[in-house]
C-alpha cells in the first residue's frame, strides 16, 4: 500500500510513500516483496515522484533489512513522538 505525497512539515517534495507490503508468511524470503517494489515508480510516474519514503521501528531488523536490501537507505529526517494522555 502506498500513496503519494506531496510535502509535509512545510517540505515541499514529490513523494510516494510506502505504508505496507504484506506477504504471507509461507512465501516469507521467496523474494514476493521484492518483486512488487519495481511496480511503484510504474505507478507514480505520471505524478513525478522522485523518492519513495518509508519507516519502521527500529526493532524490526527483518524490516530494516528488507528496506535496505531493497535500495532504501536511511534519511536524515528524525520522527519525533509525545504521547497524549
Known sequence: MARAAF???DHIEP???LGSIAVDPDY???LVGTALLP???ANHSALQIQ???SQSDV???DVL???QDNGFSISRRLAFV???N
Open 7 to 9: 510535502g509535509d512539515f
Open 15 to 17: 513523494a510516494a510513500v
Open 28 to 30: 516469507t524470503h521467496h
Open 39 to 41: 511496480q511503484l515508480p
Open 51 to 53: 523518492v519513495v519514503r
Open 59 to 61: 526493532q524490526h531488523f
Open 65 to 67: 533489512k528488507f528496506l
Open 82 to 84: 509525545r504521547e497524549v
